[in-house]
C-alpha cells in the first residue's frame, strides 16, 4: 500500500508541475501586445553607423533617417577606458544623412561611438582604428 501511494503523490506532482509550466509557456494576449510595442519602439530609434570599420584616417558616420527638428543629435567617441575623446553635433541642416569625420588624429585601437540624442544615450557600437 505505501508503494501505490507514493506513485499517487509522484503522478500528482509531476502533473502540477506541467500545469504550471503550461501555463507559462502559454502566450498571452497582453504580452504579445508589449512585444509588439518593443518591436515598433526599437525601429523608430535611429541607427548610427560608423564605416569602414576598422579604419585608417577618415570615416563616413551615417544616420538611417533624417534628424528631427528640436532635437539635439551628437556622436560621442570614447576610448577603450570611457574618457570621451571627441564629440561632433549631428545638424539638421545637413541635407543628406552622412558625413565625414577626419580620425587620423587619433592613435590606433577600440573606440566606442554613441549616439545621443538630447544627451541621452540611444545607441553605443565598437570602432576599430589602425592609425
Known amino acids: 500500500m505505501k508503494i501505490f501511494t507514493r506513485y499517487v503523490l509522484i503522478v500528482a506532482f509531476i502533473a502540477a508541475r506541467l500545469t504550471v509550466l503550461a501555463a507559462s509557456v502559454t502566450p498571452k494576449a497582453s504580452l504579445l ?4 510595442q518593443e518591436v515598433r519602439a526599437t525601429t523608430a530609434n535611429p541607427v548610427l553607423s560608423i564605416y569602414p570599420n576598422p579604419a585608417k584616417g577618415i570615416v563616413t558616420v551615417s544616420l538611417n533617417q533624417r ?5 539635439d543629435y551628437k556622436l560621442r567617441l570614447s ?6 575623446v571627441r564629440t561632433t553635433s549631428l545638424r539638421p541642416e545637413d541635407n543628406t544623412n552622412s558625413m565625414a569625420m577626419n580620425l587620423s588624429d587619433l592613435p ?3 573606440y566606442f561611438y554613441s549616439l545621443l540624442i538630447n544627451d541621452k544615450i540611444v ?9
Do not use: P
Open 33 to 36: 501586445a508589449h512585444s509588439a
Open 67 to 71: 534628424i528631427g527638428l528640436g532635437q
Open 79 to 84: 576610448n577603450i577606458i570611457g574618457r570621451e
Open 108 to 110: 590606433g585601437g577600440m
Open 123 to 131: 545607441s553605443t557600437k565598437r570602432l576599430v582604428l589602425q592609425n
